[in-house]
């Protein structure tokens, strides 16, 4: 049996209902010759329309059921930073060679170490 997701009965009480109406519309404007095979012919296609209709009239009242969206916070969520300046690899400036890049660690100055204490030099000779 096919699993439409909800009971085949209510599948035909709707295509009754359905059907019960469009002879009540076409009772006047047609023979009653003709009145039971337009009603046959035209449930299928009045419950396809009823449905389409519906499903236009959800999707354009849904954005008025949707949750609102708050914009202002007070902390800005967490994100990566970007790098402010570019990254050299190897494969960036096939030009530069090397050598010619300068040295990233400064050279330290000299220190010069004292050979004598200051409480050394601070004595008296007699």
Request: aromatic content about 6%.
């Amino acid at each position: 049996m096919l699993n439409l997701g909800y009971p085949l009965w209510l599948l035909v009480a709707v295509l009754v209902v359905l059907g019960l109406l469009t002879a009540y519309v076409l009772r006047g404007r047609v023979s009653d010759r003709m009145l039971f095979p337009l009603t046959v012919l035209l449930t299928p296609v009045c419950a396809v329309l009823v449905v389409a209709i519906a499903v236009l009239i959800s999707s354009l009242l849904s954005p008025f059921y949707e949750p609102p969206v708050y914009t202002t916070r007070k902390n800005p969520p967490a994100t990566t930073p970007e790098p402010t300046a570019p990254t050299a690899s190897p494969t960036a400036s096939p030009s530069v060679s090397p050598s010619a890049t300068p040295s990233a660690i400064p050279s330290a100055p000299a220190t010069v170490s004292p050979t004598a204490s200051p409480t050394a030099s601070a004595t008296a000779s007699p």
